[in-house]
């Protein structure tokens, strides 16, 4: 891309010289090893919060219980 802008004040491109960018991806079975690592990550994330919300309620129940 670098190579197309020209050496104007400004950085630009043409419409046209991005038409026939090639944008690398990753192979479609590693894309989904990547999600997958991703929603597990997620869902622990899930299972912690709802830990700690769980965790607050029963610290309000036991204070709740010397007053």
């Not at 491109?13 to 991005?18: E, S, T, V």
Request: proline share 7%.
């Amino acid at each position: 891309m670098i190579n197309k802008m020209p050496k104007a004040s400004y950085p630009s491109i043409n419409k046209d010289d991005i038409d026939f960018f090639e944008i690398p991806l990753i192979p479609p079975n590693k894309q989904m090893e990547i999600i997958k690592y991703i929603e597990s990550k997620e869902n622990k994330i899930n299972e912690e919060k709802q830990n700690l919300i769980e965790l607050k309620e029963k610290k309000n129940e036991t204070l709740s219980n010397f007053i």
